[in-house]
């Protein structure tokens, strides 16, 4: 049974870059597409983007400028970094295992991280 | 790119069925059968309910049902229980990229 665990900064500053990683523990690595989707509080689900074993990267279309996904195969781990965040970006943010090619649908989730953006 | 359209919340009594629909466009839900359906309770990661419309996942009760008619996709929830209660997501893949609705509250009544 796989196991996403995520970490990083939880409070950051307006202008300031967003890190998170996200650790894939149990199952198969190479098989599967890796996720990024972000929550605003009390609103709805926003897919990021998305790295597939590859390396190919695809990315919402308005985040596109701020958003790098890369990914870790030695460790397991992919990461998101979002530069230049604004209050606009606080959210939980989930990583989210994705079954693609020829089908399409995240199967197993992080346990999200808030981030808050606040001067 | 816009979200899907959802309706709000619905609601039904303890084994009612109940149904949220998920509206797109030809280029999302009608064009492509990977329609998926997520239950999040408050303050949890979303869990996959459906999958490629109507597919269910091993462990979800057959409560649980998808279609799809054109471009819109709907989620059919049958014999309601109180743990039903929760927010519901639709999400279509659209080529590249990835689109959800905007989420359904459902109130077990």
């Known amino acids: 049974q796989v196991q996403l665990q995520q970490w990083g900064a939880g409070l950051l500053r307006p202008s300031e870059t967003l890190s998170l990683t996200c650790g894939v523990y149990?199952?198969?690595?190479?098989?599967?597409?890796w996720s990024w989707i972000r929550q605003p509080p009390g609103k709805g689900l926003e897919w990021i983007g998305e790295?597939?074993?590859?390396?190919?990267?695809y990315y919402i279309p308005s985040l596109k400028s701020r958003v790098t996904i890369s990914v870790d195969t030695s460790k397991n781990q992919f990461s998101l970094k979002l530069s230049s965040v604004t209050a606009a970006d606080t959210a939980v943010y989930y990583c989210?295992?994705?079954?693609?090619?020829?089908?399409?649908?995240?199967?197993?989730w992080g346990q999200g991280t808030l981030v808050t953006v606040s001067s | 790119q816009s979200a899907l359209t959802q309706p709000r919340s619905v609601s039904g009594s303890p084994g009612q069925s109940v149904t949220i629909s998920c509206t797109g466009t030809s280029s999302d839900v009608g064009g492509y059968n990977y329609v998926s359906w997520y239950q999040q309770h408050p303050g949890k990661a979303p869990k996959l309910m459906i999958y490629?419309?109507?597919k269910r996942p091993s462990g979800v009760p057959d409560r649980f049902s998808g279609s799809k008619s054109g471009n819109t996709a709907s989620l059919t929830i049958s014999g309601l229980q109180a743990e039903d209660e929760a927010d519901y997501y639709c999400?279509?893949?659209?080529?590249?990229?990835?689109?959800f609705g905007g989420g359904t509250k459902l109130t077990v009544l």
């Open positions: 490629d419309v109507f």
């Open positions: 999400c279509s893949y659209a080529g590249k990229y990835v689109l």
């Open positions: 790295i597939h074993h590859s390396g190919s990267t």
């Open positions: 149990g199952g198969s690595f190479s098989a599967y597409y």
């Open positions: 989210a295992r994705v079954t693609g090619s020829g089908t399409y649908y995240f199967d197993s």
